[in-house]
């Protein structure tokens, strides 16, 4: 892959549990690296959803081999958030084509 298509910056979050004085466990998103990415937007609907009306979106992310990514991480683009659906390594070229869906919260 030419580094020039990798045009875009992402952040890679990862679950980072802390126990209280307490005993209670409370998960939250660390911020483990920023790269660059290619970003490729699959689809897109609106859905209906009893009163609510929200936009589900599928992109791809292409980034480099070396960043050890998976299924529990969560991936930031211009301020919104996207779950691992799928990681597909491609040995030949070094890369790792990640497909993710937008979290609506």
Do not use: C, W
Not at 11 to 33: A, F, R
Not at 79 to 95: A, F, N
Request: charged share 25%.
């Amino acid at each position: 892959m030419r580094a020039g298509q990798l045009n875009q910056i992402i952040s890679i979050y990862g679950m980072n549990s802390i126990t209280d004085e307490y005993g209670s466990v409370t998960k939250s998103l660390q911020l483990l690296t920023k790269t660059k990415a290619q970003v490729k937007f699959n689809s897109g609907s609106r859905e209906n959803d009893s009163e609510y009306i929200y936009h589900s979106e599928i992109i791809t992310f292409t980034i480099r081999d070396h960043y050890k990514v998976n299924e529990e991480m969560t991936i930031e683009y211009y301020s919104r958030k996207y779950k691992v659906l799928s990681i597909e390594p491609d040995v030949q070229h070094r890369t790792l084509t990640i497909k993710t869906e937008r979290i609506i919260e």
